[in-house]
């Protein structure tokens, strides 16, 4: 469960986890993020393109499915063998997932080391 915090660790980082509370609404999601990338939030994502690659591909093939929730992403590739008929594994929607995760995380949990608030 906490891979990514394990190998952050090994590598000698400071990892501090925080509990972000139950997941928020997809639409509420969406317009936070959405929101954040055009610099309305305390937080103006960037994703570096020469380390992102398979992120910034993901991003615009992640579809959508509307429900009596109202809208949320279509995850029902993501348990599907990778075959030619599939997206790789690589352009599903796990990435995007951590990165809404990251985004949503910075901007609800900031980090304040005392001289600079991280967000």
């Given at each position: 469960?906490?891979?990514?915090?394990?190998?952050?660790?090994?590598?000698?980082?400071?990892?501090?986890?925080?509990?972000?509370?139950?997941?928020?609404?997809?639409?509420?999601?969406?317009?936070?993020?959405n929101?954040?990338?055009?610099?309305?939030?305390?937080?103006?994502?960037?994703?570096?393109?020469d380390?992102?690659?398979?992120?910034?591909?993901?991003?615009?093939?992640?579809?959508?499915?509307?429900?009596?929730?109202?809208?949320?992403?279509?995850?029902?590739?993501?348990?599907?063998?990778?075959?030619?008929?599939?997206?790789?594994?690589?352009?599903?929607?796990?990435?995007?997932?951590?990165?809404d995760?990251?985004?949503?995380g910075?901007?609800?949990?900031?980090?304040?080391?005392g001289?600079?608030?991280y967000?």
């Amino acid at each position: 469960m906490f891979v990514v915090t394990d190998e952050l660790q090994n590598n000698d980082w400071t990892v501090m986890g925080y509990e972000l509370g139950p997941p928020m609404h997809h639409d509420q999601k969406h317009l936070i993020i959405n929101n954040a990338f055009q610099g309305d939030e305390s937080l103006f994502p960037m994703l570096n393109k020469d380390n992102n690659v398979d992120l910034i591909q993901a991003i615009p093939l992640t579809g959508y499915t509307i429900n009596t929730l109202g809208f949320r992403k279509d995850k029902s590739g993501e348990k599907t063998p990778e075959s030619p008929a599939t997206l790789p594994y690589e352009l599903r929607t796990d990435g995007t997932d951590a990165m809404d995760t990251l985004i949503l995380g910075c901007i609800r949990k900031p980090y304040d080391d005392g001289k600079y608030i991280y967000a």
